[in-house]
């Protein structure tokens, strides 16, 4: 049986903050604001796999009030997340995400960041699908306030 999943999630762009996004840090003058590291696609990703599995959100499993998970990094998060999958059933057939980012260009970081997610998900690079886009200078992403990403998960029960 295969499920779906959508995940969605924005941070805020701030100064002295590190950018990471997709498990890559990112050269820039400013990061993302958050408890954790702040990784708004691997963030939108576990919720994409948590909701395909019926689990419950991150803001439940990873509170922000639970120091546990402060500057955390994200991916240890997956990794958590993959946990719970596994527990379930469940294994991840594929995942097509998408960052939403004025600045700074994504394109040149998307093969590390394909190659890092796909480890930590326990599948082949090919099943990982990132892609960026502008919004044209429009909207909190086009005055570079912050960035968004969603991500559609499918995974099978094995």
């Not at 963030?43 to 009030?65: E, K, Q, R, S, Y």
């Not at 379930?88 to 004025?102: E, T």
């Not at 326990?122 to 919004?135: F, L, M, P, S």
Request: charged share 25%; hydrophobic share 45%.
């Amino acid at each position: 049986m295969n499920r779906v999943g959508m995940g969605y999630d924005v941070h805020q762009l701030v100064e002295d903050r590190k950018l990471i996004v997709g498990g890559v840090e990112i050269p820039f003058e400013k990061g993302l604001l958050g408890h954790s590291d702040a990784d708004v696609l691997v963030h939108a990703m576990m919720d994409g796999l948590l909701g395909a599995a019926a689990l419950p959100d991150i803001g439940t499993l990873f509170p922000d009030n639970d120091m546990e998970y402060k500057d955390i990094d994200s991916t240890v998060l997956l990794a958590r997340v993959m946990e719970k999958l596994w527990e379930k059933g469940y294994r991840v057939v594929n995942v097509d995400a998408v960052i939403m980012a004025q600045r700074p260009k994504m394109m040149p970081h998307i093969p590390a960041m394909r190659e890092k997610l796909a480890k930590v998900m326990g599948v082949e690079e090919d099943c990982v699908g990132i892609k960026a886009t502008t919004t044209e200078w429009l909207g909190f992403v086009g005055r570079e306030e912050g960035m968004a990403a969603q991500a559609v998960c499918l995974v099978e029960k094995v």
